[in-house]
């Protein structure tokens, strides 16, 4: 008998197994007539521009479905027979004219910022660890990569003259999928540069530029530079793939937030120090103005502020004080995260090996840098250096991402501001916003071009959306969930046949989910904080809510945990263990690899926007803006921007139970409210249908929402306000040290090194004050200070006196500051100052008294973080106002 196996060709056994040892991707030579095609391909605007995506769509529209929308695996793969035709094909000929001018005024016709007078930065550099840009372009984890995506393409609109800094990854991050026990499974496909919309940075000559940071021992990190065109904006993208390393360097860049320890450190060693020498070569090379304003977004950039300081003291001569200050002064610092795990530490000792011995710059000594990063205040751990702290130090401007988180910030991080109250922690908050044309849908935004186009000309006129016909409204968002349900059984079919169900076990997915039913959305990243499995704290209950016979309501639930988070993989696996059940997989389905392309359709498609954070641990949360501009209501805990922009109308507030001890008393009160609202509002409203099949209330809901919420969501907002906030004063400040051969830095550093020295010092020794014997609203209370400057000029501080309401421990409630008047010499060398103060409010009120710093160029008076304050028992003198 012969076996089965003989008469199997033994050569096809033996390749079948071969995989090849190294990819490349092999571009289309376009005919002559279709060179703009390429044209099209290399700047990114096609993925936010729907005219353009058609004209890709009609090169071979089977193609363009098989390669799920990808441009650059398009003209990749599709036949020479094809392209042969449509060189020849007149009216697809004038179209491929017709979209190459149209990017080419859009790229050279001036815009919003081009419009503004005044002192607006010539160049700003934004510093992010990860963009999303578009789905074809997998370098984004999350919210981060989102918003960094959304701010290139807006500053892009609104021409505002932004260079992105990042790095490339080879691997980007995982692609996800499930076992059959719906565990998370992880796999990173290879991404070639040269089949992405890139090119290379060269040098004139055309050799390609490297760029090189030092290591230990003496050894260098190289990297090549790969430029992407976002619209206006470049973006620079580090790569260490090159010959010049060995593998271990080589992999630096191989994952986004592989890794950690010195893997982690080397990724933004070479994102803050490798990308400041990546934008000057590229300045240099291209004649892009240099930038005036550095803006880095967490810590993982925040090397940059130590290249800048290398670049001053070596090239101007500056010490390591006076290049600190100019380097501050053009510095933009933005923490987008409350929860510490999300911050950056490294072992001190890590650091130094990596900045000092013979890594050490003689301009930057590497004492210097642990200080920047040193937790040297109460409740600090002394043992790490903190890559938030250090941006922080290397910034003149922070800020928050909603104004909940700007205050969670102050909180945090108001160690650094010494004996400031946390009102007056110098970091601001500047609300996110979310790029229209990238997560609208496009059959809303041809609507609203059409029907109200003053909102899309100018931004204005959102107040007429209240005026659209109620059935125009429920017929787009019927058409968007039915779009929905349509991807999503395809995803789930997909997702069930790669874990092993065979086709009958997978029919029941031609029902699963209703274009008809009210569609919840969940789509998030998992940690512990954002409560994947909140809703299912009371399985039985989310059961009868899910198969309520009136009321049905269905969830779609997307979201990747961590490759190292074993905790978040258990909760996928728990939900989609419960989304496998029978009774309710028709209802509820977890839909894997969540990723842009998926956000969009969600955003787009559910009715309903969940959002159920551990309030306040959500720096803003874009998601649910996403929805609410494509006419979707939010279900939220009042967490992020969901707090700051709620009215009562424009959605649901889940009350929140923070402040309870048990974390498990707290989730069954938030988890039991969240099913309440469900069960007697969102559904009710829902499904309360007038005559004509419309639920009118529910539409009333949806234009309010989109009237009121609309403008302040939009990333164009968001955008000016960085311009107006924080870009522009930055420039104004930098300015300021630079000129005249940065003697502004000079005198400011030489001016603060005297502060510090004589500020121990300094003190209030006496406070007096006239009129609190039987005052009254109106009055005004004369106060007289001695002060001890400690040998500091009159000019070098401010005497303030704070005042306003007090509780019962006597601690002034949001007070008012007002500077006493220089008053002239006191005995001993001391110096007088005096002042009213007006009595305003009736009621328990209060003052005292403080010194700080006070000079010309200082940004605010808490900027030093000294103040000096009166001995506790003249700290206070209080009455009550009648």
């Known amino acids: 008998m012969v076996p089965a196996v003989a008469h199997m060709p033994p050569k096809r056994i033996a390749w079948r197994c071969v995989k090849a040892i190294r990819r490349f991707t092999v571009r289309t030579v376009l005919p002559e007539p279709l060179r703009q095609l390429e044209e099209l391909v290399l700047n990114l605007r096609w993925s936010w521009h729907h005219e353009t995506l058609d004209l890709f769509r009609d090169v071979d529209p089977a193609l363009w479905k098989a390669v799920h929308h990808d441009p650059v695996r398009l003209l990749g793969e599709v036949a020479p027979e094809r392209l042969a035709r449509l060189a020849e094909d007149r009216r697809f000929l004038r179209r491929l004219q017709d979209t190459a001018e149209d990017l080419h005024d859009y790229l050279t016709a001036p815009r919003w910022y081009q419009s503004r007078s005044g002192d607006s930065p010539t160049g700003i550099a934004y510093f992010s660890p990860e963009y999303g840009i578009t789905a074809a372009l997998p370098q984004y984890s999350g919210g981060l990569g989102i918003l960094a995506g959304d701010h290139l393409k807006t500053a892009s609109d609104l021409g505002v003259p932004i260079v992105g800094v990042g790095l490339l990854y080879r691997h980007g991050y995982f692609s996800q999928s499930l076992s059959p026990d719906g565990w998370q499974l992880e796999r990173y496909p290879p991404i070639d540069p040269n089949g992405l919309p890139l090119t290379l940075l060269r040098e004139r000559d055309g050799t390609p530029v490297r760029v090189v940071i030092g290591l230990p021992k003496g050894g260098g990190l190289h990297a090549q530079v790969w430029v992407a065109r976002v619209g206006r904006v470049p973006q620079l993208l580090l790569d260490s793939d090159v010959e010049e390393n060995d593998q271990a360097a080589r992999d630096v860049t191989d994952r986004l937030y592989g890794g950690g320890g010195d893997h982690r ?24 103005p240099a930038p005036e304003v550095f803006h880095t977004n967490e810590g993982h950039a925040g090397f940059l502020g130590l290249e800048r300081i290398r670049e001053l003291a070596k090239e101007e001569g500056l010490g390591f004080d006076e290049a600190l200050e100019a380097v501050r002064a053009g ?53 790490v250096f903190n890559m938030a702290v250090m941006g922080m130090r290397l910034a003149q401007r922070v800020n928050g991402v909603s104004r909940l988180h700007g205050e969670v910030s102050r909180e945090m991080f108001g160690g650094l501001w010494g004996g400031f109250d946390t009102a007056e922690v110098p970091i601001g908050s500047i609300t996110n916003g979310v790029h229209a044309g990238t997560w609208v849908a496009r059959e809303v935004l041809e609507f609203t071009a059409r029907e109200l186009p003053a909102v899309m000309e100018s931004g204005r006129g959102w107040e007429a959306v209240r005026d659209v016909p109620e059935p125009e409204v429920w017929r787009m968002r019927n058409l968007l969930r039915r779009r929905l349900v349509t991807d999503a059984r395809r995803r789930l079919r997909e997702s069930w046949r790669q874990r092993g169900a065979s086709e009958a076990e997978t029919s029941w997915i031609d029902d699963a989910l209703d274009p008809d039913v009210l569609t919840i959305g969940f789509a998030r990243r998992v940690p512990s904080y954002k409560r994947l499995t909140l809703m299912m704290s009371d399985p039985d209950r989310l059961r009868s809510i899910l198969l309520d016979p009136d009321r049905p309501v269905q969830i779609v639930i997307a979201g990747k945990a961590h490759p190292a988070d074993e905790g978040g993989k258990r909760l996928i696996q728990e939900i989609v263990r419960f989304t496998g059940a029978e009774d ?29 954070p551990l309030r306040p641990l959500e720096a803003c949360g874009t ?48 988890a039991a409210a969240l099913y309440e609202l469900i069960e007697d509002h969102v559904s009710v409203t829902f499904y309360d249908r007038d005559s004509a099949g419309l639920p009118r209330r529910w539409l009333e809901m949806v234009k309010h929402t989109i009237a009121t919420v609309g403008p302040k969501v939009l990333a164009s907002r968001m955008l ?48 007096e004050s006239k009129g609190e014997d039987s005052p009254q609203v109106g009055a005004r209370l004369a106060v007289r200070v001695v002060v001890d400057l400690g040998g500091l000029a009159p000019e070098d501080v401010a005497v303030e006196v704070a005042y306003g309401r007090v509780d019962d421990a006597d601690a ?5 500051y007002l500077e006493l008047a220089d008053g002239g010499p006191a005995e001993n060398g001391r110096r007088r100052y005096t002042g009213e103060v007006p009595l305003g409010r009736s009621g328990a009120f209060g003052y005292s008294v403080r010194v700080v710093p006070n000079h010309p160029l200082l940004p605010g008076r808490t900027e030093m973080g000294l103040v000096a304050l009166p001995p506790a028992p003249q700290g206070m003198t209080n009455g009550d106002l009648r």
């Open 812 to 816: 002034l409630v949001e007070p008012s």
């Open 623 to 670: 998601s649910g803006m996403k929805a609410a501009l494509n006419g979707g209501l939010n279900l939220s805990i009042r967490d992020g921007w969901w707090d700051e922009w709620y009215d009562g109308q424009n959605g649901w507030a889940i009350p929140s139970a923070d402040g309870l001890a048990s974390p498990d008393r707290r989730d069954e009160l938030e």
């Open 720 to 767: 000016r306000d960085y311009v107006d906030e924080l870009y522009t004063p930055a420039a104004v400040s930098e300015r300021s040290m630079v000129a005249d051969k940065f003697a502004g830095a000079r005198e400011l550093a030489a001016w603060k090194r005297q502060v510090r020295g004589a500020w121990p010092r300094v003190a209030v020794e006496h406070v």
């Open 584 to 612: 309710v997989r028709h209802r509820i389905v977890f839909l894997p690899d969540y990723d842009m392309a998926l956000g969009q359709l969600m955003v787009q498609g559910c009715d309903v926007w969940m959002n159920n």
């Open 331 to 383: 510095t933009v610092f933005t923490t987008h995260t409350p929860v510490p795990a999300g911050i950056d530490r490294f072992p001190l000792d890590l650091i130094a090996r990596y900045f000092g011995g013979s890594n050490e710059e003689e301009q930057v000594p590497v004492e210097r840098i642990l200080a920047l990063g040193a937790e040297d205040y109460p409740g600090g751990d002394r043992t």
């Open 265 to 288: 450190l080397l990724q933004e060693m070479l994102l803050g120090i490798g990308g400041v020498r990546a934008i000057r070569a590229y300045c240099r090379i291209t004649g892009h």
